[in-house]
Nanobody
Framework: QEQLVESGGGLVQAGGSLRLSCAAS????????MSWYRQAPGKQRELVAL???????NYADSVKGRFTISRDNAMNTVYLQMNSLKPEDTGVYYC?????????WGQGTQVTVSS
């Protein structure tokens, strides 16, 4: 059973930056596809960014050029660097690990961007 713990959320002004971290407890982290999702109040959870085992990345159009996902397999951690934040980036950000049919989610971390 993989456990994921997110951290790094908080309150920031528009235009600011935050770096989210997601630490995994298991020993096969480097085998997982890792991704970040977010859920704004009253909206469905949406994919923000993902990174493959080999480091290939993909982003939602709304965050391209502003967010960067990365992973450190030695530290069992995936990161989301968020720059030029906008109020519409506000939401709970969740980390997800995927390996075959095994899917694991973190508990989420709140990001609030004030205008």
């Amino acid at each position: 059973q993989e456990q994921l713990v997110e951290s790094g959320g908080g309150l920031v002004q528009a235009g600011g930056s935050l770096r989210l971290s997601c630490a995994a407890s298991g020993s096969v982290f480097n085998s997982y596809y890792m991704s970040w999702y977010r859920q704004a109040p009253g909206k469905q959870r949406e994919l923000v960014a993902l990174i493959s085992r080999g480091g290939i990345t993909n982003y939602a159009d709304s965050v391209k050029g502003r967010f960067t996902i990365s992973r450190d397999n030695a530290m069992n951690t995936v990161y989301l660097q968020m720059n030029s934040l906008k109020p519409e980036d506000t939401g709970v950000y969740y980390c997800k690990a995927l390996l075959g049919r095994n899917v694991y989610w973190g508990q989420g971390t709140q990001v609030t961007v004030s205008s």
